[in-house]
Structure formats: structure tokens, C-alpha cells
């Protein structure tokens, strides 16, 4: 969450309608309405299929990623009645697959703390916070941000549709950092505690409780350690097993920062080391800087809590602050990643590697599948069209200097996804991908390196209407964009620069 107001008044609630409305990703929202005007929407070509975006207004970090009770919960930074930053509340959405979401009532609204920033949530399985008479219930732990920030806590009985607030916020005051926010809060078994962390500034601070209600700081890390191009925010915690073995595991640290990313403003950092319940030690060097995603439209990702298959899945917010405020959608602005699997693989140097994969349940929503495999000539092949798509693409080099895919292509351009071979790097390039005016920063090659062994290549691309997501070597190598064709440029074709690439292409409709 970076800060740009604060606001204390606390605001009515205007409620979403839920329905067929919605339940997001699925196209136009016809029967919505905005109390005193009719609710049009301006820009359906670019509402994504998959990925959630709200019915209208703004929307920035995801917060509050928990599974309970069959649904997957998604709450986000929101503001109700605008489609600027200000006003933040938590906005709520429900998924039973991840891919259709359902938009319900706002969760959690201004009020004498002040604004509801970023945080997170749990299921408090024993009722260690006694709010909820034995049985298991949620609770989110979230920033209040009025004359300073500081951290808040509500609770929900009945599956997330209402929340109380902890009557006795906040449960952990300013202690006098002016950056003090986005509380990330986990269950920790080996000390038999919760632990709490938050960025303080250009650091982590790590607490922990036994009921979430009273804290005790334990520690702190990153001071001088990674990137600090601006500040530090949304942090995340998890432990992953190291090359699928779960004999062998290592934290994972998340910190995201604004501005000082790779592509430009926005961007988020890991570390991988060791937790011992109180503190983290990091494997790398103090100077070491590695980024979780180099384009420019991935940001303060956090992964879901209580995930019952155990895998660790996580979701970020599309946009970068550079130009977040200038989205030309309408009437919504802002929308979420797909989610991603996460897992820790070893380097070629023997370092481990965040590896993200589009979560499984894409799968139940391919359609449509289209093939194709043979030579490529110099500029391209044959094309399909589609503006949802999921591409899969296996190429052979050859003499090729280059290869990849062109999506969203049309008489006013396209996005060119591909593999550098001279440079070794994956790319997007999105100088061309429609005549929509954004920001002068905007039009930009994005990239990221990529180790190629021999010369088989394979990419994955989910392009989504409005943003193009590429993995690369199984998720070693990714970069999200956002782009914004024009209308009807929904054109897809295989490219090769130089002789002698072959590619096998699959394309797949993405229809929930």
C-alpha cells in the first residue's frame, strides 16, 4: 500500500449487487447501477476473463488471501465511490476455483483509526483469540491509517459476509515510524504461535502472539539487505520444499518496494534463508537483490493461507504507481494477476530460484484448443484468433536469433512475447500494443534473463484482454505487462528473426 492520503471520515457503505453481475471476469455487468447515474461499461473489451477485477472503481493491493469453508477469499485495497486512491476500504471476493469469482459487499470501511490499508487474514482454527465461542472462525489483522498508521483487528463468524471490529484497536500502536503498514500474519508451529509481520520503514519487523490480540516484537530484518530504491511494503513469509523434496526446505521472504523496480517503479523482491519462529537469517549476501517478476505490472503480491492441498498460491495486484492512476478502463480501474503456484528450485549456480506457475484450475476453463507445428520463415506463420487466451509454444532455434508469439495483434500494432537468443534474456514488448495513451513511460521492452539450454525453447503466455503473462524454463523466468489493445485485435501468431526455428503451438480459448 503507498500511501498518498490520509482519510478518516468515515464513508457509507454502498453495497455491490452480487449475481450474475458479479460474478467478475465473464464480460459486460448490464444490470449494475450507480445510485444518480446508469452504469455503462466503457471499455468491455479490456475486463479480463480470468483474473478479478471489481464491477467499478478503483482497487490496488490484494489483501486478506484465505481459504475457508470451500470458498477462497480475495480481499483488496478498494476505494467505493471513485476511481482514484483514497477512501480505502477492503473490497471482498469469493472463488470456489480461483478462476470465477464472485464480488460481494464491501468487508471493511473507514473509521475513527482512520483508512483501511493493506493486511492479511487466518483461520484461527482453536479460537486462540476467544472471539469465537470454540470454534473456528476468521480474523483479519489489517493497517488503520488515520494521524499515523497502526494495526487493527476484525473478525467474522459466519464465512466472511460480516466482520467485527476488535474493540479494543488498535492492538499494535505507531511506535513512531512514519511508513508502518500492511501486517502479514501466519500460524507457527514450531514456537506454537502466531507471528506478525510489517514494514517499518526501509525494514521488516517481525512479532508474535499467542491470541492475535497482544504483540511482542521479535525482531527485525533488511535494513541492509536487497533493494532500496523506495519503500518497503506488503511483506509475506512462507516456508517452501527445494526441488520438491520436503526433507529439504527454506523460507521464502517477500518485500515489495516503490519505486526502484527493474522495469520501472514498481516491483517485488525475495529472500530465501532460515525462520526459527523468531527471527529470519538470509542466505544471500546483504547486496544481493532478486526480483520475483521484471516486468512492470506485478505488485505486493501475498499468498493464500490455509490452502488444504498444502500448496503455497499467490496472486498480485496488475498496475505499477508510475501510472496506476491513469488506466484508461472504465468504469473499473485495477485488477489481480491469475494465481500462481509457487516452489523453490535450484539454479545453475546452485542458488535457489522462485519458480511461479499459472495455478491448475486454468485447465478447467481451456477451451477451443488449436494446434499447429512446423517451420518458421522469416516474420511468422500461421495465425488464430482470440483475445482470452492460454499459449503454449515449443520452439527449436535453428539459426533463429529470435522466436516467440505475437498476441493481441491488429492493424494498430501487437505484443510481442519472446526469447532474445543473442541477449539471453526473455522479453515483452509492449512499444506497440494499441493506440490507448497512458503515460510516456508506458510504451517499454521489458526483460528478464533466461538460461536456454540447447535450443528448445518453451513459452506460456496468458493473455487476458488487457495483460499478457509470460513463463518461461517452468516459471523460472516471468514478466507481467499490462497492455491495451485495440478493439478487435485479437490476432495470434508464432515469429521467428533469422532461419531455421520450428515451433509447436498450442492456443486454448479461456471461456469459465
Not at 39 to 46: R, V
Request: glycine share 12%.
Amino acid at each position: 500500500m503507498q500511501p498518498r492520503q490520509h482519510i478518516r471520515t468515515a464513508l457509507p457503505r454502498r453495497q455491490f449487487l452480487a449475481g450474475t453481475g458479479a460474478l467478475l471476469g465473464l464480460g459486460a455487468l448490464g444490470g449494475l447501477t450507480t445510485p444518480g447515474r446508469a452504469f455503462a461499461e466503457e471499455t468491455p473489451h479490456w475486463r479480463p476473463a480470468v483474473r478479478f477485477a471489481p464491477a467499478r472503481n478503483w482497487i490496488n493491493d490484494p489483501n486478506g488471501l484465505v481459504f475457508f469453508e470451500g470458498e477462497y477469499h480475495l480481499f483488496c485495497q478498494h476505494n467505493p465511490h471513485g476511481d482514484q486512491w483514497g477512501n480505502m476500504s477492503w473490497a471482498h471476493a469469493v472463488s470456489p476455483d480461483l478462476v470465477r469469482w464472485e464480488e460481494l459487499p464491501v468487508a471493511l470501511e473507514p473509521d475513527e483509526l482512520g483508512d483501511i490499508y493493506s493486511g492479511s487474514a487466518v483461520v484461527d482454527h482453536h479460537d486462540t483469540s476467544g472471539f469465537f465461542g470454540g470454534q473456528p472462525g476468521l480474523v483479519a489483522i489489517y493497517t488503520s491509517a488515520g494521524e499515523s498508521q497502526q494495526q487493527s483487528i476484525a473478525y467474522s463468524t459466519d464465512r466472511g459476509r460480516t466482520w467485527t471490529k476488535h474493540a479494543d484497536n488498535p492492538v499494535i500502536p505507531n511506535p513512531g515510524i512514519e511508513d508502518f503498514r500492511d501486517p502479514k500474519v501466519f500460524w507457527h508451529g514450531g514456537t506454537g504461535r502466531w507471528v506478525l509481520l510489517i514494514a517499518a520503514g526501509d525494514r521488516i519487523q517481525i512479532y508474535g502472539s499467542a491470541n492475535l490480540r497482544d504483540w511482542e516484537l521479535l525482531s527485525e530484518f533488511g535494513a541492509e539487505h536487497g533493494s532500496h530504491g523506495g519503500v518497503w511494503e506488503c511483506p509475506d513469509l512462507f516456508e517452501l520444499p527445494v526441488d520438491g523434496d520436503p526433507a529439504r526446505t527454506r523460507w521464502v521472504l517477500i518485500v515489495s518496494i516503490n519505486p526502484g523496480g527493474p522495469a520501472g517503479g514498481s516491483a517485488t523482491q525475495y529472500f530465501t534463508g532460515d525462520f526459527d519462529g523468531t527471527r529470519f537469517t538470509s542466505d544471500g549476501s546483504p547486496e544481493e537483490v532478486r526480483w520475483v517478476d521484471r516486468g512492470a505490472d506485478f505488485y505486493a503480491p501475498q499468498s493464500f493461507s490455509d490452502v488444504p492441498d498444502g500448496r503455497r498460491l499467490w496472486l498480485g495486484w496488475t498496475s505499477n504507481w508510475n501510472y496506476a492512476d491513469k488506466i484508461p478502463t472504465d468504469p473499473w480501474r485495477g485488477m489481480m494477476s491469475t494465481p500462481r503456484q509457487l516452489s523453490l528450485a535450484t539454479g545453475a549456480g546452485g542458488g535457489l530460484l522462485l519458480v511461479q506457475q499459472p495455478v491448475g484450475e486454468l485447465a478447467g476453463v481451456r477451451a477451443n484448443r488449436r494446434a499447429w507445428s512446423g517451420p518458421l520463415t522469416e516474420g511468422g506463420g500461421v495465425e488464430f484468433r482470440g483475445s482470452a487466451v492460454d499459449v503454449v509454444a515449443r520452439f527449436q532455434l535453428g539459426a533463429a536469433s529470435a522466436v516467440g508469439v505475437d498476441v493481441f495483434a491488429g492493424p494498430g500494432g501487437r505484443t510481442r512475447v519472446g526469447y532474445d537468443a543473442a541477449a539471453g534474456e526473455l522479453f515483452v514488448d509492449r512499444t506497440r500494443s494499441g493506440r490507448a495513451q497512458v503515460s510516456a513511460e508506458f510504451p517499454a521492452r521489458h526483460r528478464t534473463p533466461l538460461v536456454v539450454e540447447g535450443e528448445a525453447v518453451e513459452l506460456r503466455v496468458i493473455a487476458d484482454r488487457s495483460c499478457v503473462e509470460v513463463f518461461a524454463d517452468g516459471g523460472r523466468a516471468v514478466l507481467t505487462d499490462l497492455v491495451f489493445p485495440d478493439e478487435g485485435s485479437d490476432r495470434i501468431s508464432a515469429f521467428a528473426e533469422g532461419a531455421g526455428a520450428h515451433v509447436e503451438l498450442e492456443v486454448f480459448d479461456l471461456a469459465p
